[in-house]
């Protein structure tokens, strides 16, 4: 079974990339969609007051937050899919998965940022397309 890798952020740029693959001619091969959503971690400050497992709780509801409406729309289609949660800087994170289960495509809603703004801030997609091990599709 082939592997398609759905970032999302819970924005309605990733439900129109879920969207995107339950109306694309992409799935009527034999894929399942891993539905990936990535939490920066918290830093050392807050990790000194704060338990480990409140912490990795509160990253599992901001997680499962982020992926809910993604997941709607492929549940309402009859997708297969699987959800999965990181912690970490999001690009790395996503492309060290795909590199992990071989993933056939990644696809990312794009938020379209002004390019002054991703020269300044980084893009996520941007640093996704220039490290992943298979094509990126931005919607």
């Known amino acids: ?10 924005s309605k740029y990733s439900d129109a990339a879920a969207r995107f693959l ?5 799935l009527s091969r034999d894929f399942v969609v891993h539905v990936v959503h ?7 400050d807050v990790k000194s007051f704060i338990a480990k497992s409140d912490i990795d709780a509160w990253h599992h509801e901001e997680s499962g937050k982020a992926m809910k409406s993604a997941v709607d729309i492929l549940s309402a289609a009859n997708v297969s899919h699987e959800c999965h949660e990181f912690v970490g800087f999001t690009p790395e994170k996503i492309v060290d998965y795909a590199k992990q289960v071989g ?4 696809v990312i809603g794009s938020h379209h940022h002004s390019p002054l703004l991703n020269a300044i801030r980084g893009s996520v997609s941007g640093r996704i397309l220039a490290h992943a091990p ?4 931005l919607v």
């Open 22 to 26: 339950v109306e694309s001619p992409l």
């Open 1 to 10: 079974m082939n592997t398609i890798i759905l970032a999302t952020d819970g």
């Open 134 to 137: 298979c094509p990126v599709m």
């Open 103 to 106: 993933a056939a495509a990644i």
């Open 38 to 44: 990535c939490e920066p971690d918290v830093g050392g």
